[in-house]
């Protein structure tokens, strides 16, 4: 069957486009140290850069649900991609030509950012649309590809800086914009099939009237708070608790986590019709609540990062899973829908870190106290996922 009619080139090609997403994610983090030496960056115009890169993500968030109805999702996603591959090109070259360096390093942001924004919000819907049998289970496995992007940003990046120096790291950026570059191409050819039906597509005031939509708000809020607010520190439990270098705590700390988060979406996918999606979602993030206790109370240091590791297989489900039940519940919710619970996603992602952070600097510095806070997240996450089955259950359509 040739690319043209064969979804599983479509699925395949949303996967790359997760991947593509890790590299406009994470890439940029591994160079904070070299930007801050040879552009004499400060540490507050490093930190803007994460708050900028997500920033604009927000926004694309916001506002892409006009730009995909009028440009349609196939060149939506060309574009996404071209935007993520130009931003990479820009990021190597402005800044060396530019008189501003981080002038320079904010357009490749914008850019960058601007597809990492469109992809989270396309992605997902053209993979729900697809034809395929076991929708929870490829919805799983398409967001463990963003784990994998993950875990190979850093380490065919580290690898790459440790054999060709870290001062070409312009070379790598623009390796690493092939791959949207090449998924661009491949998104001309693919079949993306009808989100919904012509014209009965929900709008915002619609699913806004629901119970349900406020219900999975807050369930993806809380997915994010919970990922994030713990893997933001994964990183600082490795260096400072364990006494390692930077490279050492990103790849025991961060990508440990990435590949624990990536084995649990992996494995659900493969046996999500013997798992009840929202049983499941109780139980992990039950599992949550444990990590994130065992993280900040730990004895040791290394028991310290094992519950961060293990907080990443218990945060797996929760990104893909809303999703998923936001597609079972509303049908006709389209672009939309997915466009609102990205958004939400992505505030829980910015959000959750930051509580973390502000109350263990309330408490003296003390992160076992922030970390206490972020239980918060998952204990919300499991009261709305049981009034979601409830909910569902009252109107008679529970899948579970």
């Known amino acids: 069957m040739s690319i043209r009619n064969n979804y599983k080139h479509t699925i395949f090609a949303c996967e790359i486009g997760y991947v593509t997403q890790a590299i406009v994610n994470n ?49 939506a996603m060309i574009f996404a991609h071209l935007c993520a591959a130009l931003g990479l090109v820009c990021l190597a070259v402005l800044p060396g030509v530019l008189p501003n360096a981080y002038i320079g390093i904010l357009i490749s942001i914008i850019l960058y950012a601007i597809g990492g924004g469109l992809l989270e919000v396309m992605v997902s819907p053209i993979v729900e649309a697809c034809p395929s049998d076991d929708k929870e289970g490829v919805m799983s496995i398409l967001h463990s590809f963003y784990c994998w992007g993950h875990i190979g940003v850093v ?29 661009s191409i491949y998104f001309k050819y693919v079949p993306i099939y009808d989100i919904v039906p012509e014209g009965r597509g929900m709008s915002f005031m619609a699913l806004a009237k629901t119970k349900m939509f406020w219900i999975l708000i807050l369930m993806m809020i809380c997915s994010g708070a919970s990922e994030q607010g713990m893997s933001q520190w994964a990183s600082a439990f490795a260096e400072k608790g364990l006494g390692i270098s930077k490279t050492a705590g990103d790849l025991l700390g961060p990508c440990m986590f990435a590949l624990t988060m990536g084995i649990a979406r992996w494995l659900y996918g493969k046996y999500s019709e013997k798992m009840p999606l929202k049983k499941t979602m109780i139980l992990c993030s039950g599992l949550c609540i444990f990590s994130y206790r065992l993280a900040g109370a730990a004895a040791t240091p290394w028991l310290g990062l094992a519950g961060c590791i293990l907080c990443g297989f218990s945060v797996g489900i929760m990104w893909p899973g809303t999703f998923s039940i936001g597609a079972t519940s509303f049908r006709n919710g389209g672009t939309v829908l997915f466009a609102m619970l990205a958004l939400a996603g992505d505030i829980g992602c910015a959000a959750g870190p930051a509580a973390v952070g502000f109350v263990a600097d309330a408490a003296g510095q003390s992160l076992k106290s922030g970390l206490g806070f972020g239980i918060l997240f998952p204990c919300v996450l499991i009261l709305m996922t049981v009034l979601q089955l409830y909910e569902t259950k009252k109107g008679g359509c529970s899948n579970d």
Do not use: H
Request: proline share 4%; hydrophobic share 60%.
């Open 27 to 75: 890439f940029i983090p591994l160079l904070f140290l070299t930007f801050q030496k040879n552009f004499e960056i400060s540490l507050d115009q490093i930190a803007l850069l994460i708050t900028f890169n997500f920033g604009v993500q927000l926004i694309v968030d916001a506002l892409s649900v006009g730009f995909i109805k009028k440009a349609g999702y196939r060149s």
């Open 155 to 183: 380490v065919v990046s580290t690898l790459f800086f440790y054999i060709a120096g870290i001062d070409c790291w312009p070379v790598m950026a623009c390796l690493w914009a092939v791959v949207p570059l090449i998924n």
